[in-house]
C-alpha cells in the first residue's frame, strides 16, 4: 500500500509577472524542440556575459553578493540555451531577476512559495479527478476515462517555466545542490535555507513536456494494469475438484493474495490454502497463468496443472469474461509493462545530468540515501544471525518445518482465537461502506493516542473513498486541500484485509496532514523520504485489532510485535534487493524483450532467494520474491518499505 502523489505542478502563464514582460520574452524565445534545447551546448557568447555580469552586479550589490551572483550565473549558464534568447537578452534578465539585497530575495521566495503551492495544489486536484474512474470502484472504465487518467496536466510545466524564464529566476537566486552537500551541509542549514534548496531543487531538470507525458502514460497504464489483476479464488480447484475459497472471494494481485497467505495460519484447510496460493503467485512470477484466469469468475483453474474449464452455472458468482476457456498463458504482459515504464522514465535520462538514470534519482533525489548504503542495509538485514533463530521459533509454534509461504509468517501478532472470517463479520457490521469508516475515523485516531480536537481536525482534512484496487493515500498539494484514504470496499461492506489497509493509509493521511498542513513552509512539506511517511503507516496498521477492541498490547504482544517486525523486514529486504536488480538488469540490457526481461528477473529472484532464504527454508529457486505488483507499476518503490 503505497503512498503516491500526482504530478506536483503545471504552467500558469500569470506567474511570469515575475519576470520580464512576456511581449519581450517573445521577441527572443525562438521557438525549438525541447529536447534540441536541453541537449545544445551553451551559446558561445555565454562566458563574455557572465564575466560582465560579474563585474557590474558586484559593483552594484557589493561584494558580499559576489558569492551568490557567481552561483546563480552559473546555474543559469548551465540551462540557458540559443533558443532562450541571445546575449542581449540574457544580460537583460539577470539585471531584472538578480535579487541583490535580502529583502528583495525575502519577497521573491515568500511568492514563490505561496504561487507554486497554489499552483501544484489545483494540478493534482486535477489529476486525481482525471483518474477517478480507474482509481475508485465506480463502475465500469470506458476507454474515454484510460485517456482522461494517462493524461497528465503538468506535464509542460517545466517546458513553459524555462520558456517564460520562471525557471531562470529561481537557478539565478537560490542554490542547486548535489546529495553529498546536504548530507554533508545540511544538518547545519536554517528550515529557510532547506526551503530555498527545495525550491532550486523543482527546477533542476529541463525535461521536455513530451517526456512528462511519456512518464505518466506508462505510469497510468501500469496503475490500470495492477488494479484489474484479481483472482477469483472460489474458481481455483484442487486434484479432486474441490474449491478451498468461499465464494465472492475476490483477491488482488499480490497485496490480497499474500494477506491471504496470513490470514491462513490457523483451520483444518489452512496448510492446502496457502500452498495454493503460492502456486497461484508462481504463475503470475513465470508467467504460465492462464491469461483466461484474470479477473475472470466464468472459468476454473486448477493452479497445479494448469487446467482451465469453463465455470458450472451453478458455481458462478460474477459475469464470465468473454474469452475461451483454455490455459493460454499471459503473453509475458506483466514483463512488457515493466518495459514500458522503464523505457518512459529512461526518456529523463538526458535531462538529469546530476542524476543520470531513474535509479540514481529514486536514491539520490528521493530518497536522499545513497544506493550502496541502502544495499548495505537490506543486505545486513538479510543475513542477520537473527533470521535463523528467528526462523526455528516459527518452525515451532507451527509444528512443521518452513515453506516458502512462511516468508509471510503472521502468528506473531496476537488475534486471539478470531478467524479471517469472524474478522471479516466484525469489520463488515461496522464499515458497510466508506462512509462508515469516514465517521468512525476521529474515535479511531483517539484509540491511537490523539486529542479528541486533534482527531476531529485530522478526520476533517482526510476523504475516504472505495478503491479499485488494493488501496492507497493520496495527499493534498494545497493546505486547504484533503488527503484522500482508498481502500477496497466490497459490494457486502468492508472486510478485515481492507480495514488492514485503511488503518495503513490512515497513517499516511495523517502524515500527509501534518506535513502539509503544520509546517512554517510548503516548500518543505512531506517528509524527507517515503520510507518515514511508510514508518508510520506501519505504525497505524499494527495496532489494527486493537481498533476493533479485540486485542490490547502487554509486554509480551510488544515483544512479538517486534519479532513480527524483524521477520517482515526481512522478507521485504529481499523484495526490495530483487527489484533494485531489475532496474539494474534493464539499464544494462535497455533493448530487452519482454521474455528476456522475464527471464532475467526468474534468474534474479531465485539468485536472492538462493543466497539468503534457501538456507532458511531449505528449498532452492523459489522466484516468490518476484510477485510483488510494486515492482511493475511503482518506478523502485520498495526499497522504501523495509527502510520503513
Known amino acids: 500500500m503505497l503512498a503516491y502523489s500526482y504530478r506536483l505542478l503545471s504552467v500558469v502563464t500569470a506567474l511570469a509577472l515575475v519576470t520580464a514582460p512576456a511581449a519581450a520574452q517573445e521577441t527572443r524565445m525562438p521557438k525549438a524542440s525541447a529536447a534540441e534545447a536541453q ?42 540555451r540559443d533558443s532562450d534568447g541571445d546575449a542581449a537578452a540574457f544580460e537583460e534578465f539577470v539585471g531584472r531577476n538578480f535579487a541583490g539585497d535580502q529583502a528583495t530575495l525575502d519577497t521573491m521566495f515568500a511568492r514563490f512559495e505561496r504561487l507554486l503551492e497554489k499552483l501544484g495544489g489545483h494540478m493534482n486536484e486535477i489529476g486525481m479527478e482525471f483518474r477517478r474512474q480507474v482509481d475508485l470502484d465506480l463502475g465500469p472504465i470506458l476507454p474515454m476515462d484510460e485517456v ?14 524555462f520558456r517564460n524564464k520562471l525557471a531562470f529566476v529561481v537557478l539565478l537566486n537560490f542554490p542547486l545542490t548535489t546529495l ?8 547545519h542549514w536554517t528550515r529557510r535555507q532547506w526551503a530555498e534548496v527545495r525550491l532550486a531543487q523543482i527546477f533542476s531538470k529541463r525535461i521536455p513536456a513530451e517526456v512528462n507525458q511519456a512518464v505518466a502514460q506508462a505510469a497510468a497504464e ?12 472460489h474458481h481455483l480447484v484442487d486434484g479432486n475438484g474441490q474449491r478451498l475459497f468461499p465464494p465472492k472471494m475476490r483477491l488482488l494481485s499480490h497485496w490480497n493474495l499474500r494477506d491471504e497467505i496470513k490470514a491462513d495460519y490457523s483451520g483444518a484447510d489452512a496448510l492446502p490454502k496457502q500452498r495454493m496460493i503460492q502456486q497461484v503467485m508462481e504463475r503470475i512470477v513465470t508467467q504460465t497463468i492462464p491469461a483466461a484466469v484474470v479477473d475472470n469468475p466464468g472459468v476454473d483453474w486448477n493452479p497445479y496443472t494448469n487446467e482451465v474449464q469453463p465455470t458450472p452455472a451453478g458455481e458462478m ?26 523505457r518512459a522514465v529512461r526518456k529523463v535520462d538526458p535531462y538529469s545530468p546530476t542524476a543520470p538514470t531513474h535509479i540514481a534519482r529514486r536514491f539520490d533525489e528521493d530518497r536522499e540515501i545513497p544506493e550502496p548504503r ?43 482465537t478470531y478467524t479471517e472470517a469472524q474478522l ?54 494545497m493546505r486547504e486541500a484533503p488527503s484522500r484514504l482508498r481502500t477496497r470496499v466490497e459490494k457486502d461492506g468492508m472486510n478485515y484485509k481492507g480495514f488492514n489497509i485503511a488503518v495503513h493509509e490512515m497513517g499516511h493521511n495523517v502524515e500527509q496532514t501534518f506535513s502539509l498542513k503544520e509546517v512554517d513552509h510548503t516548500l518543505l512539506q512531506g517528509v524527507p523520504n517515503t520510507a518515514f511517511t511508510e514508518a508510520l503507516a506501519f505504525v497505524f496498521q499494527a495496532h489494527d485489532l486493537e481498533l476493533l477492541g479485540l486485542a490490547s498490547p502487554d509486554a509480551k504482544t510488544e515483544a512479538l510485535e517486534n519479532l513480527n517486525d524483524f521477520w517482515g523486514t526481512y522478507e521485504i529486504a529481499g523484495v526490495a534487493l530483487v527489484d533494485m536488480a531489475v532496474w539494474h538488469w534493464m539499464y544494462d540490457h535497455p533493448q530487452a524483450t519482454p521474455a528476456e526481461l522475464k527471464a532475467a528477473t526468474l534468474e534474479i529472484s531465485r539468485d536472492v532467494w538462493n543466497r539468503y532464504y534457501a538456507p532458511v527454508f531449505h528449498k532452492k529457486d523459489v522466484v516468490l520474491l518476484g510477485v510483488y505488483s510494486h515492482m511493475i507499476h511503482s518506478f523502485l518503490y520498495l526499497p522504501d518499505y523495509p527502510i520503513g
Open 424 to 477: 471479516d463479520e466484525i469489520v463488515r457490521k461496522r464499515y458497510p461502506t466508506a462512509e462508515a469508516y469516514h465517521a468512525d475515523m476521529p474515535n479511531l485516531l483517539v484509540k491511537l493516542g490523539f486529542t479528541r480536537e486533534r482527531a476531529e481536525y485530522l478526520a476533517k482534512n482526510i476523504v475516504v473513498e472505495p478503491a479499485r484496487g488494493s488501496g492507497h493515500a493520496a495527499g493534498a498539494q
Open 148 to 161: 482522461f487518467a494517462a493524461y497528465d496536466p503538468g506535464a509542460h510545466l517545466l517546458d513553459d517555466m
Open 39 to 80: 541537449t545544445a551546448a551553451p551559446p558561445a557568447w555565454m562566458k563574455t556575459s557572465v564575466e560582465k555580469l560579474e563585474k557590474e552586479l558586484t559593483a552594484k550589490y557589493g561584494e558580499a553578493q559576489r558569492p551568490r551572483l557567481e552561483r546563480g550565473l552559473r546555474q543559469v549558464a548551465d540551462f540557458w
Open 317 to 342: 458468482d460474477g459475469p464470465a469474461k468473454p474469452v475461451a476457456a483454455t490455459n493460454a498463458p499471459e503473453p509475458d504482459t506483466r514483463y512488457a509493462v515493466l518495459l514500458d515504464c522503464y
Open 374 to 416: 541502502v544495499k548495505a542495509m537490506l543486505e545486513q538485514v538479510v543475513s542477520s544471525p537473527l533470521v535463523p533463530r528467528v526462523a526455528a521459533l516459527i518452525e515451532q509454534r507451527l509444528g512443521r518445518p518452513l515453506e516458502p509461504f512462511d516468508i509471510w509468517y503472521n502468528g506473531f501478532r496476537a488475534r486471539g
Open 222 to 233: 501500469s496503475d490500470q494494469y495492477i488494479a484489474q489483476y484479481n483472482i477469483w479464488m
Open 180 to 187: 553529498d552537500e546536504r548530507l554533508r551541509e545540511g544538518d
